[in-house]
């Protein structure tokens, strides 16, 4: 098991940036697929990026694509989310999550290990 604990959410105006971050402790940090989802109020939790164990890989959703950038310190068992020219649609919970599947994957089922979630608010 492995034990998940994300910070760094807020409130941003639209246009600005924002990083969050997920702790990890418990397993190996290395061993795990990391990924990002969120989840808006009445929404279901969807896909935001994955890097794989290594960091080699990475995929974005397509809201993602251009603004956001996924990154991990595995020395220092930490993924991190940096988030630039912010929308209100990206306001959400934003949770981190691990798998223990090779490669990665935009699947939510996929990910056995979450974290509380930290609240990113983009105002207009």
């Known amino acids: 098991q492995v034990q998940l604990v994300e910070s760094g959410g807020g409130l941003v105006q639209t246009g600005g940036s924002l990083r969050v971050s997920c702790a990890a402790s418990?397993?190996?940090?290395?061993?795990?697929?990391m990924g990002w989802f969120r989840q808006a109020p009445g929404k279901e939790r969807e896909f935001v990026a994955v890097i794989s164990r290594t960091g080699r890989s990475t995929q974005y959703a397509d809201s993602a694509k251009g603004r956001f950038t996924i990154s991990r310190d595995n020395a220092k068992n930490t993924v991190y989310l940096q988030m630039n020219n912010l929308k209100p649609e990206d306001t959400a919970v934003y949770y981190c999550?691990?798998?223990?599947?090779?490669?990665?994957?935009?699947?939510?089922?996929?990910?056995?290990?979450w974290g509380q979630g930290t609240q990113v608010t983009v105002s207009s």
């Open positions: 999550g691990a798998s223990r599947l090779l490669g990665i994957t935009t699947m939510r089922n996929e990910y056995a290990y």
């Open positions: 418990g397993r190996p940090f290395s061993t795990y697929a």
